[in-house]
């Protein structure tokens, strides 16, 4: 069984900075795409940020500039720096991964995992 946890929202003025992790735990085989993604009130979720396993990063480009994510391949986690907040920045944000796990020798599956949420709340 796999979990990813999420922590670091809050509440933040704009123009204000918060730091997001999340730590993917269980049991793992391995680790591939992380990211996460957002959703604001009314609207669809969207990607923001991800990141391959060799460090290869990409960004919805209302972020760049601004946003910042990066990994810790030997710990399973992914971290996303935000500076320079914009309240349309505030939104529900999800850690994503893909993860995979061996339930046998020789059985080596691999699925998308989400975390439960952290809301980012950036005031104006």
């Known amino acids: 069984q796999v979990q990813l946890g999420e922590s670091g929202g809050g509440l933040v003025q704009a123009g204000g900075s918060l730091r997001l992790s999340c730590a993917a735990a269980g049991n793992i085989f391995s680790v591939s795409a992380m990211g996460w993604y957002r959703q604001a009130p009314g609207k669809q979720r969207e990607l923001v940020a991800t990141?391959?396993?060799?460090?290869?990063?990409n960004y919805v480009d209302s972020v760049k500039g601004r946003f910042t994510i990066s990994r810790d391949n030997a710990k399973n986690t992914v971290t996303l720096q935000m500076n320079s907040l914009k309240p349309e920045d505030t939104a529900v944000y999800y850690c994503?991964?893909?993860?995979?796990?061996?339930?046998?020798?020789?059985?080596?599956?691999?699925?998308?995992?989400w975390g439960k949420g952290t809301l980012v709340t950036v005031s104006s």
């Open positions: 994503h991964a893909v993860i995979a796990t061996m339930a046998q020798i020789g059985d080596i599956r691999a699925m998308d995992y």
């Open positions: 990141i391959t396993r060799d460090g290869n990063t």
